[in-house]
């Protein structure tokens, strides 16, 4: 019995990887211009314009296959284009409103990132408030205040007063 040793060689990470030729080229396509256009898409897809004018097709084609002459009738009752013609658009749609909705999903995630941010800076700015009043209640509640002051002038008043009149009836 031979021994047959497979080498597999690992992907080295500090070399890039060798272009791989294919017989046809990859598409290339801006993500961002086919995502704008399958939210326009998308939005006009949910309009009640869309509804009425998918509503007027549909009857039209109905109105057409059913009450035109037999020889200008391109699809007879059951109506299978007409079917997979809607199973078409169905197909697309679908793909397309997923898109733009994850789209959506990701502006309404920076969106909640960015208010977080706003609300961790308003919270910080809050809390710094808060310690400077309460710093200046502080100071404050050692510096003399006006009734304070009046409050000790008039009993330095009545002092003096009762000093007086100590000394003016000692003299008499």
Known sequence: MTSMTTTT???RLDQPRELRRTLLPRPHYDPESFGR???????????ARFLVYMTVFVTVWIGWNALAPS?????????IFLTLMLSLQAS????LILLAQNRQGDRDRVQYEQDR?????SIADTEYLTREIAGLRMAV???ATRDFVR?????LLKDIDGERKESNSALS
């Open 37 to 47: 256009l399958s939210e326009r898409i998308a939005r006009f897809l949910g309009t």
């Open 71 to 79: 020889w200008l009738r391109f699809d007879p009752y059951p109506f």
């Open 151 to 155: 409050s000790e002038i008039q009993q």
């Open 92 to 95: 697309y749609a679908a793909p």
């Open 141 to 143: 509640s050692e510096v």
């Open 117 to 121: 941010s706003r609300d961790d800076r």
């Open 9 to 11: 060689t690992a992907a």
